[in-house]
């Protein structure tokens, strides 16, 4: 028998989905977005609580060092910063470093691993779990790792006296807000590269000069004049100002304006990368 | 053990409407200038288990992608479960087992199983599939101690979360032994048993034939066959067992192939093989070759094997091809 004749030849038209021929118009982005994402979320959670001291105690290990080579170290040599002694001035840089390397590993190589690697999305997004469920969750998990690790870097600088416990509420959610805009950048970047590798670009290209430039480990007014307002477009600098406001209590009318620029920003790196996410995922 | 339990262990399968469990048309995908599907059409019955084969790069897991929502067609019509791929309604009736997969292997193989339950938001345990895939014993080990054909029956358990319609398996039985292969095949034929639809896309042509019930053959892009395991075979076909044979009897042969209406024959490690001699016509391929002093030691009608069958469409399409301008 030839192919010809194994050809299925009759294939019965199809019905149009909706009345009148049209296709019902998808949602896209956060609008696509049902409470859904929150399984994500939790098997992302159930996997590193199984974990727990793996996933935990070693990322811990470079804000010590931080804090010890920076706070203890420099701090030796250095007098006093915005009129408080370097430790004092430069933890809350530290919190906020923590959180976004956090944010940024795990929806970096933690994301393109159970992306490609492991199916784990194509898995799950064969379930009724849509795309961009599959991104806030990751997402979201990203921004719960920030969380977990500074707040494990808060009750060492509580210990230390330099931070009261009353403000950690504040500064969590605000790590919280933060680490929801670093997971989505690096879920944005995630969704674009094929393989590995280009992490690199990403992490010494974006994430540690920006470190550098945003009032971590030295006030902004040390940094050239022409700098100033890129730095203040960043908006990590707005997050570290926050957190230092809340620590050293120096919030006032510019941090309304700084949240809502931090707010705001997160919005969108978190529709851009569910939109990027979606087009990698159904391709 | 799968073969311990009864139908009644599993959910009853729920009837979507009366229409098949897959229909594509004109079914194309490019991505950029390379045509990965070709304007496919092709239907998948209810209840029915369905072979999809192809040589690597030919559009298997392509489509396989395109039916549970993964891909988008760039042009053509798709149906799963009577509505449209990647939308919710279907995607609640569809079980998926990928390709290449991994677990965290610090996990067990009934937390993984219950992972994705609570991922596919449905009710009730089911544990039970771990038995179906007989892993009942290994349930509560971690993932990391389990083979490789552990793994994939963990995938196939993890699949049939949902108590789908229809499940797609990419390649199921590619890490097995024979005997995990023939729990599979039993699997399958218990699935099928209680109404449920399987696309199995595999390379293992053996299990294919054993298995399915209808099947369709891809290649660059293109359905070039489908059909049951029985149409696709092309039989009789005479296997003969020779001594030394001269370029010219050979020749001879062909010739007398091509009047006859018989495919060209093929001599390989004293084996000759005739394509579609019926078996009255056994004595006059005997005769061409007594008469061109060929040794005879044995000769017999067979059934071409799926994976001749196979390599011959696949060859001949790709001979076509390279045949248009």
């Known amino acids: 028998m030839s192919p010809a004749e194994h050809t299925f030849a009759a294939c019965p038209p199809l019905a149009a989905d909706a009345p009148g021929g049209r296709r019902p118009v998808a949602r896209r982005g956060l609008a696509a977005v049902s409470r859904r994402f929150v399984q994500v979320w939790r098997r992302n959670a159930y996997v590193f609580v199984k974990l727990w001291k793996t996933n935990l105690f070693p990322p811990l290990i470079e804000p010590y060092l931080y804090l010890l080579a920076l706070g203890l170290g420099v701090g030796f040599y250095v007098d006093q910063i915005d009129g408080v002694d370097y430790l004092t001035f430069v933890a809350p840089g530290i919190i906020v470093v923590t959180s976004i390397m956090q944010a940024t590993f795990e929806c970096t190589y933690g994301s393109y691993f159970r992306m490609a690697f492991q199916s784990t999305f194509d898995a799950i997004i064969s379930t009724p779990v849509s795309p961009e469920e599959v991104s806030l969750g990751e997402i979201s998990w990203g921004a719960t790792r920030a969380v977990i690790n500074a707040g494990a870097l808060m009750v060492s600088l509580a210990i230390f006296g330099r931070l009261d416990l009353v403000w950690a509420p504040a500064i969590l959610a605000l790590q919280f807000l933060v680490g929801v805009q670093f997971a989505a950048l690096s879920l944005l970047i995630t969704s674009k590269v094929r393989q590995t590798e280009y992490f690199n670009f990403f992490l010494s290209g974006v994430i540690f000069p920006v470190q550098m430039l945003t009032g971590a480990f030295f006030p902004l007014s040390r940094i050239p004049e022409f700098l100033q307002p890129v730095a203040w477009a960043v908006p990590l600098t707005s997050a570290i100002d926050l957190t230092r406001g809340i620590m050293l209590d120096r919030l006032g009318t510019h941090s309304l304006l700084e949240l809502a620029y931090l707010m705001v920003t997160t919005a969108v790196f978190v529709e851009l990368a569910l939109r990027s996410m979606r087009r990698r995922l159904i391709g | ?325």
């Open chain 2, 1 to 325: 053990m799968h073969a311990d339990l009864q139908p009644a262990d599993l959910q009853p399968a729920r009837p979507f409407a009366d229409r098949p469990a897959i229909t594509c048309v004109g079914l194309a995908k490019s991505y950029g200038r390379t045509r990965a599907l070709v304007g496919v059409d092709l239907q998948v019955e209810r209840g029915s288990v369905f072979g999809f084969l192809g040589p690597n790069g030919a559009g298997k897991s392509t489509l396989v992608k395109i039916l549970t929502g993964l891909v988008r067609p760039s042009a053509g019509e798709v149906r799963v479960a009577g509505g449209r791929p990647g939308t919710r309604p279907v995607q609640r009736r569809i079980g998926y087992l990928p390709e290449q997969f991994r677990f965290p292997f610090w996990l067990t193989g009934r937390e993984i199983v219950g992972l994705h339950t609570r991922l596919a938001r449905s009710d009730g345990d089911y544990s039970h599939l771990l038995d179906l895939v007989g892993l009942s014993d290994a349930a509560d080990r971690k993932t990391g101690e389990y083979s490789k054909g552990m793994q994939q029956r963990l995938g196939l358990a993890q699949a049939l979360v949902g108590d789908p319609e229809i499940v797609f398996l990419d390649e199921p039985t590619s890490a097995l032994d024979p005997l995990g292969r023939l729990d599979v095949r039993d699997i399958l034929v218990h699935l099928r048993e209680r109404g449920m639809t399987v696309f199995l896309n595999s390379h293992l042509l053996t299990e294919v034939e054993r298995v399915c019930d209808r099947l369709a053959v891809i290649d660059h892009g293109a359905i070039i066959a489908q059909g049951t395991t029985d149409e696709l075979l092309l039989s009789p076909g005479l296997r003969v067992s020779v001594g030394d044979m001269s370029a010219d009897a050979f020749t001879r042969l062909s010739d007398v192939a091509i009047r006859a209406g018989w495919d060209p024959p093929s001599l390989a490690d004293g084996v000759l093989r005739v394509p579609g001699v019926a078996a009255n016509e056994v004595p006059d391929v005997i005769r061409v070759l007594v008469e061109n002093e060929v040794p005879v030691f044995e000769a017999g009608l067979v059934r071409q094997t799926l994976e001749e069958a196979f390599v011959h469409l696949v060859r001949e399409h790709q001979h076509s091809r390279r045949q248009e301008p």
